[in-house]
T-cell receptor, first 112, second 113 residues
Framework: GEDVEQSLFLSVREGDSSVINCTYT??????LYWYKQEPGAGLQLLTY?????DMKQDQRLTVLLNKKDKHLSLRIADTQTGDSAIYFC????????????FGQGTELSVKP | EAGVAQSPRYKIIEKRQSVAFWCNPISGHATLYWYQQILGQGPKLLIQ????????DSQLPKDRFSAERLKGVDSTLKIQPAKLEDSAVYLC???????????FGSGTRLTVV
């Protein structure tokens, strides 16, 4: 079945690292994505990882994939107040018929 | 490149009225998607087009929702008649290749009163 789960809220202090977690159910997923949504805006693609990779780093962002446990995480180093937003995990695979399935989103609050 | 354009940005209607949303995808993107995002939830796919053909509309409430993509470019999504539970943000997205993910528009926020 199709199911992507995320914790709903995360609060961190400015300068700390943030880790947002996601679990998914479809083992055929080929790509996994992280999107960011600021208030009143659409979804912005942050990064993605192909299913045969364990880790991907892109500046302050690190994505870790544990395919065995179907667990994905997004680490934001040196979190800034401008990182406050809702972060969505999404999976794409052949079992989804070529469409993205989103989690419910994690609201990240960064306190100064 | 220009992004995905959507209009209107906001719409307030009474229940049982009709409403239409418009989307212009990124030039050259063959695949177009309409998602519904209810407050506090992740986006849910309503319909997927490949050029001007429907690939997946399994989650589209066809008794009240309709969508078309004429000439494989712009798309419109219509709700007739609207219900209170249709209040949501309607997001349009397009894609060229899966490794690039989808590019989303800013969405249309619909409030049904």
């Amino acid at each position: 079945g199709e199911d992507v789960e995320q914790s709903l809220f995360l609060s961190v202090r400015e300068g700390d690292s943030s880790v947002i977690n996601c679990t998914y159910t479809d083992s055929s997923s080929t790509y996994l994505y992280w999107y960011k949504q600021e208030p009143g805006a659409g979804l912005q693609l942050l990064t993605y990882i192909f299913s045969n990779m364990d880790m991907k780093q892109d500046q302050r962002l690190t994505v870790l994939l544990n395919k065995k446990d179907k667990h994905l995480s997004l680490r934001i180093a040196d979190t800034q107040t401008g990182d406050s937003a809702i972060y969505f995990c999404a999976e794409f695979g052949e079992n989804q018929g070529g469409k993205l399935i989103f989690g419910q989103g994690t609201e990240l609050s960064v306190k100064p | 490149e220009a992004g995905v354009a959507q209009s209107p940005r906001y719409k307030i209607i009474e229940k049982r009225q009709s409403v239409a949303f418009w989307c212009n995808p990124i030039s050259g993107h063959a695949t177009l998607y309409w998602y519904q995002q209810i407050l506090g939830q992740g986006p849910k796919l309503l319909i997927q087009f490949q050029n001007n053909g429907v690939v997946d509309d399994s989650q589209l409430p066809k008794d009240r929702f309709s969508a078309e993509r004429l000439k494989g470019v712009d798309s419109t999504l219509k709700i007739q008649p609207a219900k209170l539970e249709d209040s949501a943000v309607y997001l349009c997205a397009s894609s060229l290749a899966q490794t690039n993910g989808y590019t989303f528009g800013s969405g249309t926020r619909l409030t049904v009163v």
